[in-house]
């Protein structure tokens, strides 16, 4: 069954910064990986290639674009069971 996990990160530029949020789907216990994070990135409008393994940070790849993402840690990995959370809508509705 797959869930919802949810990555948060940080875009980089010479004069700002920005926090976003983008939303990885995994198996049940399954941890996302590099890849996981950069097409993440990618379906969030990011053109970027991984720089650096240890700290998880992403350089934009197009020569017109120079910043920088840094995928946040996390202190527990956030999963949301889509299943779970829709019961719980549709029985809030129910009247």
């Known amino acids: 069954m797959k869930r919802e996990f949810t990555v948060h990160f940080k875009v980089i530029h010479h004069d ?3 926090l976003l949020r983008g939303i990885i789907f995994l198996e049940e216990n399954q941890k996302p990986s590099l890849i996981d994070y950069e097409q993440c990135l990618r ?8 720089e650096d393994k240890e700290h998880v940070i992403f350089r934009a790849f197009k020569p017109d674009e120079d ?6 840690e996390e202190e527990n990995y956030t999963t949301r069971d889509i299943i779970v959370e829709s019961l ?7 009247k």
Request: hydrophobic residues 45%; charged residues 15%; neutral net charge.
């Open 88 to 94: 719980v809508r549709n029985l809030i509705n129910v």
């Open 43 to 50: 379906d969030c409008g990011h053109d970027v290639i991984l």
């Open 16 to 18: 700002k910064s920005s």
């Open 67 to 72: 910043y920088i993402i840094h995928i946040l």
